[in-house]
């Protein structure tokens, strides 16, 4: 019985939405989410591993982590054109990590997380250490249970730099339970996925309550792969997509080792078929609230019936306008300064509500925090709550929080000035005309919702809208991203050290030496060779015995 | 004298017979000999490195690829190769397809393939840390995969390319190395029992210019042209817009595809791969330093990776699982999510509590200037007053 039950305790579900979006692009998001009771913290090393993937076992209980998130994306989410993701992710490269609290040393257990993670995920994270890892104050609360949440234990890092290709998806793939031969898996071919117009893929570990109780928690290993499919340069002049046209494969099963295998198709534009038909057509039709909004779905068990395609897709009418969104860029002429500016859009026609910016700014670009100004239509809005940490060279970058109350239906401005710093000679990429990066900035907040939340926590959500716990009815918690930065530093000439060289050796050796040569060597006077008619007369004056010529 | 001649002619079948016997015998010991030095590997790692970076380089990354795909074909699994990439070409933006990476024009071949695993790329490829791979004095924290974990019992596939010139190759632009750090380096390798043979293609310009230093034992090398000469590229693709291969290693992937790991063709063949009629540089090897002849050297001795099997009819017994017992209590306590945004909590939040540092000596020394002029001005009574 002891063995049943801790079979029992391994749990794992799949899920695929396909949501069509206003623009005219397709988003679909993959869940693969596996639960395990079990305590990877005790004494005995956890060794039977079934669907839960060996290697983030080992790496949860050597480090001691408690909640790990970790997101290789490619391209930016356009809030204003295909409304929220599911899941937020910023361009490149993000991880943060809440640690247990019986770390003692945080940064040493930082500093190996992220090389093993960068063997793992076969990405450049061994270039996350001291001058890109902040530790928030007031963002990135946990998402899962936990007694009480002291920051000192929290890391964040981004490289917006990263770049994400098969060789991040081949590992991420080898993690689930089927691999890539069965189930929704099996449609995850890269040509297709990397072929679009924005492509995440994240790893979310973190100890969730089991049911509503929470007397037990068990771990959660989710997996979600986010892709925005543009019809358009995909070659689709037709009205009329399928699973194979996207992805081009095919389903062929279930996932034997998975509980449920359901794909969702958003079809909440389209109440009487008037737009699109499903084939194979289906009865399910479930209804879930998702980012304030009550959405209806088509329903596809795998396990019963697999879906192929859906034709005749119009444009539907207007969209839900997302509430908040914000955007960054950077103003300012020259090498030497500019300003960034943060805009963030409060859509809300009525209702005002609090936002936590966060912003981490590479310490190679000196911000000037007097400089600091937030306005609110035109007006002043100080924000309740700021905490800034300066950069020290080389070590630490800024790290900037505030808690700005955002106005009904305005436009809310942060500026900050900044002057660029000129790196040493050896600190400059291999390209550094390319410029320099800037991580996005993370605005989270309680956006108020115009439908009641479910605030229960059962095992029949769906996936997608169970991600974020949600605490009360009338709000839900959402995270924006903007655009990272790109920034020119002034860059020297390279080729400068060689020129150096080579004048000075010159100069040296032509200016020294000669002097050297004339005060040091001796001349002598030498008769040249006499030519060979002058040889044979001395040769035959000396016979002769007549003096030689000279 | 014909009496010395007829001893003579004896003597000279005498002398005729002796040299058959001595010939046999060599012979006989040559086969001998051919076995005591025939190959005693047990295991097969590779490192390839592409060091070029930039759009107009991807021949470089497909180089590497080609060789990649084709050492992966005949046995060699993810975790024995060292897989290095400068740049990113296949999901490059300027990549008309991407997620592929094509050798051949009409991209007919995709060398990038669908679990493709590159161990470093990006700015990670840099001089030092190939030759800290190679030499495998890496920090600790770097993971298995970025390792070389070779012994002395392991046969060594190296192969290079980007851009060189006579006695150096170019890392990224903006470093280099050169042929005397990189024999060096094997020397490190052999001292420390790191390879058994190794094998090293260059397909750069003037590549043999690299291998003229080397000085360890048990390396063959193989470069794509000599020194004075260039490499060329092979054939663009109108729809991509670069040179997608180089010559050397487009010959060379055409003919390591008809290798299957039973295959027996030696070095001999490897070292005809290429000719100056297709190559337009002459492509030159180096064996002197390898004990073995390089017509008894198989193809697959550094290419795949052939494993000996001794199959054994024995039962082995497994011992009972190991049963945790699960904490039958039930517990009192209920857990809870936290509130992502509190924002009570973040407005009345205490500042962090800062570690106390001794004052810093600027403010230590302004401190004793402040009092000594005050005791200056005002005379030492008043200290007494104080203490």
Not at chain 1, 190 to 195: P, W
Not at chain 1, 282 to 308: C, E
Not at chain 2, 195 to 211: H, K, P, R, V
Not at chain 2, 314 to 335: F, G, R
Request: glycine residues 4%.
């Amino acid at each position: 019985t002891l063995v049943a039950r801790s079979l029992l305790a391994n749990d794992f579900q799949e899920e695929l939405v396909i949501r069509p979006l206003h623009s005219g692009d397709i988003y679909a998001s993959f869940q693969f989410r596996t639960l395990w009771e079990t305590d990877f913290m005790r004494e005995n090393k956890v060794s039977h591993y079934r669907l839960f993937p060996k290697s983030l076992g080992q790496v949860i209980s050597k480090f001691s982590v408690r909640e790990l998130h970790i997101s290789f994306t490619q391209g930016y989410w356009r809030t204003m054109q295909w409304g929220q993701p599911f899941l937020p992710s910023p361009p490149g490269a993000e991880l943060w990590v809440w640690f247990q609290d019986s770390v003692t040393d945080v940064d040493a257990a930082w500093k190996e997380l992220t090389n093993v993670l960068s063997g793992i995920f076969c990405a450049s994270l061994n270039f996350i250490d001291s001058t890109n890892t902040v530790q928030p104050s007031a963002s990135f609360k946990p998402l899962g249970i936990v007694n009480e949440t002291d920051h000192r234990f929290l890391r964040y890092a981004t490289l917006p730099r990263e770049i994400v290709c098969t060789e991040n998806l081949t590992p991420w793939k080898k993690l689930l339970p089927c691999g890539s031969k069965a189930g929704l898996a099996v449609l995850l071919k890269s040509e297709k996925l990397f072929h679009s117009s924005f492509f995440s893929q994240t790893v979310h570990i973190r100890p969730v309550c089991q049911d509503r109780e929470c007397k037990t928690t068990s771990w959660e290993l989710r997996q979600t792969l986010n892709v925005v499919f543009d019809l358009h340069t995909s070659g689709q002049g037709k009205r009329e997509w399928s699973l194979f046209k996207m992805f081009s494969r095919t389903l062929t099963e279930a996932c034997p080792l998975a509980s449920s295998s359901k794909i969702y198709i958003d079809v909440t534009d389209n109440p009487q078929e008037e737009y699109f038909e499903l084939s194979p057509a289906t009865p399910l039709l479930s209804q879930a609230v998702v980012l304030g909004d009550r959405r209806t779905f088509s329903v596809y068990d795998l396990t019963q019936q697999l879906f192929k395609s859906v034709s005749d897709l119009l444009p539907a009418g207007s969209m839900l306008r997302p509430l908040l969104h914000a955007e960054r860029y950077v103003a300012g002429y020259g090498l030497q300064t500019g300003e960034i500016h943060t805009v963030m859009y409060n859509n809300h026609p009525f209702r005002s509500f609090p936002v936590l910016l966060l912003d981490s700014v590479p310490w190679y670009l000196r911000l000037y925090i007097h400089t600091l100004t937030v306005t609110s239509k035109g007006k002043d809005n100080t924000p309740s709550y700021i905490h800034y940490q300066p950069s020290k060279d080389r070590m630490r970058p800024h790290l900037l929080e505030m808690l700005v109350q955002l106005p009904p239906h305005s436009v809310t401005e942060v500026t900050v000035q900044f002057e660029r710093a000129l790196l040493k000679w050896t600190e400059y990429t291999p390209d550094p005309n390319h410029g320099f990066y800037v991580g996005s900035s993370v605005i989270s907040a309680l956006v108020p919702s115009s439908v009641a939340m479910d605030t229960n926590i059962t095992q029949e959500q769906p996936l997608f809208s169970s991600f974020f716990p949600c605490k009360e009815e009338s709000s839900y918690f959402v995270r924006v991203y903007t655009e990272p930065l790109l920034v020119n530093l002034p860059t020297p000439d390279f080729s400068m050290p060689y020129n150096v060289i080579c004048l000075t050796c010159t100069v040296v050796a032509v200016g020294y030496g000669s002097l050297y040569n004339l005060l040091t060597r001796s001349f002598q006077i030498e008769e040249p060779n006499p030519r060979l008619a002058k040889k044979i007369a001395n040769f035959i004056r000396r016979i002769r015995g007549v003096p030689l010529l000279s | 004298m014909s009496a010395l001649l007829k001893r003579s002619c004896s003597h000279n079948m005498l002398a005729a017979i002796i040299m058959l016997i001595f010939i046999c015998f060599c012979v006989h010991f040559q086969n001998t000999a051919g076995q005591f030095f025939s190959s005693g590997h047990t295991n097969n790692w590779a490192v390839l490195v592409c060091t070029s970076r930039f759009w107009f380089n991807y021949r470089h990354v497909a180089n590497t690829l080609s060789v990649y795909r084709s050492v992966k074909r005949l046995g060699i699994p993810d975790s024995h190769i060292v897989l290095m990439l400068a740049d990113d070409m296949a999901c490059n933006h300027r990549n008309p397809k991407p997620a592929t990476v094509f050798s051949h024009r009409n991209m007919e071949l995709n060398v990038y393939g669908d679990d493709v695993e590159v161990d470093y790329r990006g700015y990670e490829v840099t001089v030092e840390n190939f030759l800290r791979v190679l030499t495998g004095r890496l920090p600790p924290s770097t993971p298995r995969s970025k390792r070389l974990l070779s012994d002395d019992r392991s046969n060594i596939l190296i192969y290079l390319t980007g851009h060189g010139g006579n006695g150096f190759l170019k890392f990224q632009d903006s470093e280099e190395i050169s042929n005397v750090e990189l024999a060096d380096a094997f020397e490190q390798m052999w001292q420390k029992r790191r390879y058994n043979e190794l094998l090293f293609i260059i397909d750069t310009c003037q590549g043999a210019s690299m291998y003229e230093r080397f000085y360890s034992p048990n390396i063959m090398a193989l470069a794509s042209s000599q020194v004075g000469e260039d490499s060329l590229s092979h054939q663009p693709d109108l729809a991509i817009g670069v040179h997608l291969m180089d010559r050397y290693t487009f010959y060379l992937l055409e003919f390591l595809e008809d290798i299957h790991p039973a295959s027996k063709s030696n070095m001999n063949d490897l070292f005809k791969v290429c000719p100056k009629s297709q190559c337009v540089s002459t492509p030159g090897h180096r064996t002197d330093l390898f004990l073995r002849d390089p017509g008894s050297v198989l193809i697959t001795d550094f290419f795949g990776s052939v494993r000996k099997v001794e199959i054994t009819m024995e039962a082995i017994h497994l011992t009972d699982p190991i049963l945790h017992p699960m904490s039958e209590e039930v517990q009192e306590k209920t857990y809870s999510y936290v509130d992502q945004l509190p924002v009570s909590e973040i407005i009345h939040q205490k500042p962090k509590q800062k570690d106390w540092h001794p004052p810093d000596g600027f403010i230590l020394g302004l401190w004793t200037l402040i009092l000594l002029v005050f005791f200056k001005t005002y005379g030492i009574k008043h200290l007494k007053h104080i203490f």
